[in-house]
C-alpha cells in the first residue's frame, strides 16, 4: 500500500514538474548511499538500519578486518566500544557500535601502544603508545580521530587519571624502573603539560582543582592510611578519615574501603558525597592475600550504581574456588540487587547507562544485565 501510495505521488510531480521529480529523485539516491571513507575514520556503511539496532539486540563477533586482536578498551558512550588490534610492529584503534556492527578506523601506530583510555563522558581519548621502553607517547584523539594534542614522556609505566569536572585535564604519573615516580598535569584546551608535585602517585579528582589520595607512610607498613585532600597546586592537606584500606572516587562519589572493626573478616564499603556527606554503605566477606585484602573488580554507571563481584564467604584468595555473584548497589537509594550468580573475578567496565558490561582481561565478552548473558565479543578468543 505505502509502495502504491509513493508511486502515485511521484506520477503526480513528474507530470506536474520534471525538475523536481530529478531534484528529488538524487536526493533519494543519496540517502540510501554508503557512507564515504575518511582518512583515519573509516567506516563500513550499512545498506539499512540493522534489526539489532531497534531490538537492542548486540552484532557480535566483532569482526576483525586487519591484524591480530589486542583487547577491548572500554565505552564511548551507551553504543560504541573502543578496540584495539595488532598490526605488524605496530597498532590500530577501532570504534564499534554494538548494535549497528559499524566499525570504524580512528587511529594507526607505527609503534605498539600500551593503553586506550577514553574520558568519562566519551569527549576525548588517550592513547599511550611506547616507542621503546623507557619513552610513552601521549595522543589525545576525539572520537573521529582527530588528533588534538601528543606529548612526549620518558617513563618506564604511566598512570592516568581523567578530571571528571574538566575533561581537558588530566593526571599523568610516570615511574622510573625503581619505581620513583614524577606528575604531571596535561591540559588538553591550552595544549600544555606541566609537572606538579604531590606525596602520592595515585590520585582521585573530587572538584576541578582538587584531589584526594592515601596518606601512606614510608616508614611504616601498614594496611591502612588517612584519606587526605589537597588542592592541585598547594601543599596543604586535609584529613577527611583514617583507617582507610582503598578509595575511588567518580563525578560527584566518593568510595572508601575499610575494615568492619568488629568483624575482621567484612570489608566495609562507604559512599560519601563530593561534600564528605555519607550516602550509604555496606559489608561483603573479603578474601586474604599474602599482605593485604583483594578488591573485587567494579565499575560504576552514569546513575551512580555501583557494579562488583562478592565472594560468598571469607577465605584465603589464593584457595577460594566458589564463584563470585555480580551485583549492583544504588549508591544513594542504598539498594543491591543480585544479577548472576557463579562468575570469575575478572575486570569489569559498564556502558553508561548500566545495560551493558565489559567483561574478561581483555574486555573480551560483554555481559547483558538484562537477560544475564554472557557474550562473545571475539570469535575463538
Known amino acids: 500500500m505505502e509502495q502504491r501510495k509513493n508511486s502515485s505521488i511521484c506520477m503526480f510531480l513528474f507530470l506536474c514538474t520534471i525538475p523536481l521529480f530529478i531534484l528529488f529523485g538524487c536526493q533519494n539516491e543519496k540517502e540510501v548511499g554508503v557512507q564515504p571513507v575518511k582518512k ?10 540493522p534489526h539489532s539496532f531497534v531490538s537492542n539486540e548486540t552484532m557480535t563477533p566483532i569482526p576483525i578486518e586487519n ?59 588517550l592513547i599511550h603508545s611506547a616507542p621503546s621502553t623507557y619513552e610513552g607517547i601521549i595522543s589525545i584523539i576525539d572520537p573521529k580521530g582527530e588528533q588534538l594534542m601528543s606529548e ?10 581523567w ?15 625503581n619505581w620513583d615516580f614524577s606528575m604531571f598535569q596535561m591540559n588538553i584546551k591550552e595544549k600544555k603539560l606541566d609537572e ?9 579528582w573530587v572538584d576541578k582543582d582538587e584531589i584526594i589520595y592515601l596518606n601512606w607512610d614510608q616508614k611504616d607498613i601498614s594496611l591502612f592510611a588517612p584519606l587526605v585532600k589537597k588542592g592541585i597546586n598547594v601543599q596543604n592537606e586535609k584529613i577527611l578519615l583514617n583507617d582507610v584500606f582503598y578509595v ?7 568510595m572508601t574501603i575499610t575494615v568492619n572493626s568488629n568483624a575482621s573478616d567484612e570489608a566495609v564499603y562507604t559512599f560519601h558525597s563530593n ?16 599482605s593485604d585484602w583483594l578488591v573485587p573488580y567494579f565499575d560504576f554507571d552514569a546513575e551512580n550504581h555501583f557494579l562488583t563481584f562478592q565472594p560468598l564467604f571469607s577465605a584465603e584468595a589464593d584457595s577460594y574456588r566458589d564463584g563470585f555473584q555480580l551485583w549492583s548497589f544504588d549508591a544513594v537509594k542504598g539498594e543491591k540487587e543480585v544479577i548472576m550468580e557463579d562468575l570469575k573475578n575478572e575486570p569489569l567496565s559498564c556502558s553508561p547507562d548500566g545495560k551493558y558490561c565489559l567483561y574478561g582481561f581483555n574486555f573480551e565478552k560483554l555481559i547483558d ?7 562473545p565479543l571475539i570469535k575463538d578468543f
Open 275 to 290: 561534600d564528605f556527606q555519607e550516602l550509604s554503605s555496606f559489608t561483603v566477606p573479603h578474601l586474604t592475600r599474602y
Open 196 to 204: 606538579i608535585h604531590n606525596k602520592e602517585p595515585f590520585v582521585n
Open 40 to 49: 583515519h575514520n573509516i567506516s563500513l556503511g550499512k545498506e539499512a538500519i
Open 67 to 125: 591484524g591480530q586482536f589486542n583487547t577491548v578498551n572500554g565505552w564511548l558512550n551507551n553504543e560504541t566500544i573502543i578496540y584495539m588490534t595488532n598490526v605488524g610492529l605496530g597498532s590500530n584503534v577501532y570504534t564499534y557500535n554494538v548494535f549497528t556492527g559499524e566499525s570504524s578506523l580512528i587511529f594507526e601506530s607505527e609503534v605498539p601502544i600500551s593503553s586506550v583510555v577514553p574520558s568519562p563522558s566519551g569527549q576525548y581519548i
Open 152 to 161: 612526549h614522556i620518558s617513563a618506564y609505566e604511566l598512570t592516568f587519571e
Open 369 to 375: 544485565i538484562q537477560s544475564k548473558k554472557v557474550i
Open 163 to 177: 578530571n571528571p569536572y574538566d575533561e581537558n585535564l588530566i593526571l599523568i604519573s610516570s615511574f622510573s624502573e
Open 248 to 254: 575511588k572516587t567518580v563525578k560527584d562519589l566518593i
